[in-house]
């Protein structure tokens, strides 16, 4: 089996389109044409287009394959702002709107697959299908909330909150996280396949941090408002969907999260693999061929 690690790597030149008065990065690869959409892949938190180097690759062959940096991340700008997923959902939309000028598939991993999410529930026009890849967001609760913690406990607790909303705490997590050590075991933690964790990726993670303004994206995590519920979004969504789990995954239970998204959109179609956070990235020759069956095979052909 072919791993990330022994994936042949190819580079891609990027350039930049200004939203809202602010540098975008994106990368295109591959020739439009009048068969099938073009794939429009999008990062998690942390990441950026480097992370779709080894499915850009392959998957030019048979589509034409755009990545973008989203605001705050990778070689885009890192302005001062509340972030969010409906802004993210608007860069999106506006990319895909003025950019490419078709509707596209949506390729998103984590943080990436809610925006990508987004975009297509609550902007039907711009999305042909879309493929999550270990999907964040949050689902509406299914219990009754907790009652509120009383006493030295409740004390603790709104300590707590109010430490990670200041600047100077977030800074300090913020330094702490982003030295490569950290980056490496982090990363080490959310790959089953150890080899794939190159210093190649590392750097790739590392080199945004220290841009002006990645300590302020960094902090905005612990402020940013709640989204649209996952489930709710499930419900407006109109296109097909097709998700992707590694289900060694330890930052989410995915056969319990995987349930969930089917409990809300049944006709999805879905595939675990044995990876973890980042299966386009650490198993990137199982993942294309997912990708290119699913997309030849269950997106209706461009008129």
Request: aromatic share 12%; net charge positive; with cysteine.
């Amino acid at each position: 089996m072919q791993t990330a690690s022994s994936f042949p790597t190819q580079e891609f030149s990027g350039a930049t389109w200004t939203w809202r008065d602010r540098s975008i990065y994106y990368v295109c690869a591959g020739e439009a044409n009048e068969t099938y959409p073009p794939l429009l892949m999008v990062h998690g938190f942390g990441a950026s287009t480097d992370h779709w180097r080894h499915n850009m690759a392959q998957l030019q062959q048979d589509f034409q394959v755009w990545a973008i940096d989203l605001l705050g991340f990778g070689r885009s700008d890192k302005p001062d702002l509340q972030y969010s997923g409906d802004l993210w959902r608007d860069q999106l939309y506006d990319f895909i709107r003025e950019k490419i000028g078709r509707p596209v598939v949506l390729l998103g991993n984590s943080l990436g697959g809610y925006v990508s999410l987004c975009v297509a529930a609550q902007k039907p026009e711009a999305a042909a299908g879309i493929i999550l890849f270990n999907s964040a967001g949050p689902f509406s609760p299914s219990t009754p909330a907790k009652p509120e913690p009383r006493g030295m406990r409740r004390l603790y607790t709104k300590t707590m909150r109010s430490l990670l909303r200041q600047d100077w705490v977030s800074f300090l997590i913020f330094q702490y996280t982003r030295r490569k050590s950290v980056i490496r075991k982090t990363l080490e933690k959310v790959y089953l396949d150890k080899t794939a964790v190159t210093d190649r990726l590392v750097e790739d993670i590392y080199r945004p941090s220290c841009d002006r303004g990645a300590a302020k994206v960094f902090a905005s995590v612990f402020r940013t408002p709640r989204g649209t519920p996952v489930d709710e979004l499930l419900v407006q969504l109109g296109c097909p969907l097709y998700t992707i789990w590694g289900e060694g995954d330890p930052w989410m239970n995915t056969r319990d999260r995987g349930a969930q998204f089917r409990r809300f959109y049944p006709q999805l179609r879905e595939t675990y693999l044995q990876a973890g956070h980042c299966p386009h990235d650490e198993v990137p020759q199982q993942v294309n061929q997912l990708v290119r069956s699913w997309v030849q095979n269950h997106i209706p052909l461009s008129p």
